[in-house]
């Protein structure tokens, strides 16, 4: 079930929606294989051009970005969410350290590398909830080295490329690293419900060299508020994709949904009302003007009330069946008890917005 946001060509394509076929058809088998690699499909989908959109001119809007994700998440929310988190490392390169980190760039573009956005202690500190983890000091010999430890970080492949926050004396800095950096050691997080395919993990970092080369030159705050609407409009449009499965999935069985009527057509309102607000937002990061039409941290805890409420109400119609571990309504409901807990997590989001009233 495709996810009705505003139409285009990128939905339309042939290619693409055999790319989404795929992906549907391999939901169950990444589902059960903790060692499944997301790379081939994610090379694919960057090869089609679907990773990159809204980063430049002629290459489709922001919109279609949150489209893709959207319909790649309403067929498997790992290969989504491993391809929300590649996306957004190429955003916070692509758009403030291009020139500098050109080669980065490109590598991310065509997949040679990885995206692993290991933002979330980030975030929290520039928003006053906690400090950075991880601290840069320079040596005896005048070389800056990075010590500290990064509780959450996903797409940890090898050839990752993983992008942080970092405490310099007084100083906040974003830096972009090779995983393979001497000293980062990658630590895998036991067994996950449903997103062992997104390759999620804690990170030490042990007297790792940071050079100048490796910092994006932009000031903490300002790089924070400008990215924080496009990180949170784009996991809104996995949250609105799984809820849409979920809702199409109980539209097929139509005599038990029939009989919860009244809840079903109130979810597909909601649904609907929230896939316009991300249209609104969406369209808005393509230009950045005027006001923001919406709060995007109220976008984000809404489409996640939705998926797991949908996924619940899926369990509900479907019965007995989706306790079969291997069924699509088992993996889509614990897919749904993800997003609670992603960060920003729903206490963290419910604190935002207690802030900023």
């Known amino acids: 079930m495709s996810v009705h946001l505003t139409d285009s060509a990128v939905r ?90 050109s080669h ?15 933002m979330a202690g980030t975030f929290r500190a520039a928003s006053g909830q906690e400090e950075l983890t991880v601290h840069l000091t320079e040596d005896e010999n005048g070389v800056l080295r990075a010590n500290g430890f990064i509780p959450w970080a996903s797409n940890l492949y090898d050839n990752a490329v993983i992008v942080t926050g970092m405490l ?36 030490r970092l042990v007297d790792v060299v940071v050079t100048a080369d490796d910092i994006i030159e932009v000031d903490f705050l300002d790089f924070v508020r400008s990215v924080r609407p496009t990180f949170l409009a784009f996991q809104s449009a996995f949250c609105i994709g799984l809820a849409s499965a979920s809702l199409g999935a109980i539209r097929e069985l139509r005599g038990v949904a029939q009989s919860l009527g009244e809840r079903v057509s109130s979810q597909r309102d909601e649904l609907a009302r929230l896939c316009h607000r991300l249209e609104a937002l969406t369209i808005w990061l393509g230009n950045r003007e005027g006001e923001v039409p919406l709060n995007p941290v109220r976008l984000r805890l809404e ?55």
């Not at 980065?104 to 290991?118: F, K, N, Y």
């Not at 830096?175 to 390759?199: F, H």
Request: hydrophobic share 45%.
């Open 303 to 357: 489409a996640g009330h939705l998926a797991v409420s949908a996924t619940q109400l899926e369990l509900a119609v479907c019965g007995g069946r989706s306790f079969e571990a291997a069924s699509q309504t088992s993996r889509r409901v614990r897919e749904g008890l993800f997003l609670p807990v992603q960060s920003p997590t729903e206490a963290q989001l419910q604190w935002e917005l207690q802030q900023s009233k």
């Open 168 to 203: 310099h004396g007084d100083t906040r800095r974003i830096v972009v690293l090779n995983r393979l950096r001497e000293g980062i050691e990658v630590l895998p997080t036991p067994q996950l419900m449903a997103l062992d395919a997104s390759r999620s993990g804690a990170i």
């Open 104 to 118: 980065v760039v490109d590598a991310l573009r065509s997949l040679e590398v990885v995206g692993s956005t290991a």
């Open 12 to 101: 339309t394509d042939a290619s693409v929606l055999g790319l989404l076929q795929g992906i549907a058809a391999s939901a169950g088998e990444v589902d059960a294989n903790v060692d499944a690699d997301r790379r081939e499909i994610l090379g694919q989908l960057a090869s089609a051009g679907l990773l990159d959109l809204g980063l430049a001119v002629g290459q489709g809007s922001y919109l279609d970005q949150a489209r893709v994700l959207a319909d790649v998440a309403s067929m498997c929310m790992s290969t989504a969410f491993s391809a929300w988190a590649h996306r957004m490392t190429l955003e916070y390169v692509a758009t403030y350290s291009a020139d500098k980190h």
